[in-house]
């Protein structure tokens, strides 16, 4: 099947925002795994005083996320799909949590100006155009040495982790997605998938997009091998040359 992408991909997810949050909350771990991908940048002082852009934020998942791990921090979540973000805004939210509409590649045009001292980006680099382009437009608006935080479905590069993760979108989250009049793009999801990077090629696009300390965190339960954190920071100035 051909990929989803831009304002194809922006649109189904549009279509798909009302049963999204139904089919998130019947994955094991879902809400937990963003929790513990949220800790894993290891801010301190639980975000007091911090900027953290979350970037593909969804219906607003890992938002929350951020929001009970980072209950100091200023979030500002960003989406491409006007029907996800739709949603998520009309959640109760702390102060301090602000929604853009606007795709990843286009975060200026949409006045999201760093610097940031974290980026979060869940279930994002999949599923745009060009990856590199846009870690290189994450690199710009973090502070130097802020960090960023990678959630996202990465094969280990092991046939067992492939067939797994095919038997659940197959057996599964496809059937459930048809019925609710997704299938098309719960069928992207599963190629989406199978056709990004293992987690080990990732971290290399991380260290190539001038990030340094990148780390490749498993998650447990069914998505390990499937699912994991990457965390990173950008690199110093002086790093860099």
Known sequence: MTLLRDEHL?????????????????????????R??????????YGEGLRVLDLGCGTGASTAALAEVLPGARI???????????????????????FVHAPAEGLADASVNGPFDAVFAAYLFRNVSDPDAVLAT????????????????????RRADRAVWTAVCRGLVQPVATVLGDGQL????????????TADAFADRLRAAGFEHVRTL???????????????????PEAAE
Request: aromatic residues 10%; charged residues 25%; positive net charge.
């Open 138 to 157: 994450v690199r710009d608006v973090l502070a130097p040495d802020g960090r960023l935080g990678v959630h996202e479905y990465t094969l280990s590069g």
């Open 76 to 98: 500002t979540a960003v989406d491409a799909s006007a029907g996800m973000l739709e949603r998520a805004a009309a959640k109760r939210w702390p102060d301090g949590v602000d």
């Open 218 to 236: 498993p998650l447990p339960g069914w998505e390990t091998g499937i699912t994991h954190t990457f965390v990173a920071r950008r690199a110093r």
């Open 186 to 197: 719960y069928r992207y999801l599963w190629r989406s998938v199978v056709d990004f990077d």
């Open 10 to 34: 922006a649109a189904a997810f549009d279509h798909a925002a009302r049963g999204y949050d139904l089919l998130t909350a019947a994955s094991p771990g879902y809400h937990a795994h963003l």
């Open 36 to 45: 513990r991908s949220a800790r894993r940048l290891g801010l301190p002082r």
